[in-house]
Nanobody, 122 residues
Framework: QVSRVESGGGQVQAGESLKLSCAVS????????VGWFRQAPENRHSFVAV????????TYGVSVKGRFSISRDSAKNTVDLQMNNLQPEDTGVYHC???????????????WGRGTRVTVSS
């Protein structure tokens, strides 16, 4: 059974940083792409970042490019998201999930975990 546990969220002021971590069990993070998605208060999930399972290359959503950085540690089987210069619009519950690409967009490929909440105040 595959499970993902997200951690590292919190409450910060605009301009501050947080580092999220996704610990995966039951499947290797190198097997396929793993992404981070943000669930906004209105409950919609939006794509944040993904790291390729093939070569480890990252892809970012437009709103976070240049501020966020995704990485993975195959030995620990984790995928991290370093978030710098956080803004109020980054607020939400962040979930990690395996991801698949279709029509030049990234979609989650598995059930959602509990996520970790990020709140950014101005």
């Amino acid at each position: 059974q595959v499970s993902r546990v997200e951690s590292g969220g919190g409450q910060v002021q605009a301009g501050e940083s947080l580092k999220l971590s996704c610990a995966v069990s039951g499947r290797s993070v190198g097997d396929s792409a793993v992404g981070w998605f943000r669930q906004a208060p209105e409950n919609r999930h939006s794509f944040v970042a993904v790291i390729s399972g093939v070569d480890g290359s990252p892809t970012y959503g437009v709103s976070v490019k240049g501020r966020f950085s995704i990485s993975r540690d195959s030995a620990k089987n984790t995928v991290d998201l370093q978030m710098n210069n956080l803004q109020p619009e980054d607020t939400g519950v962040y979930h990690c999930n395996f991801a698949r690409r279709a029509n030049n967009r990234w979609f989650p490929d598995g059930q959602w975990g509990r996520g970790t909440r990020v709140t950014v105040s101005s």
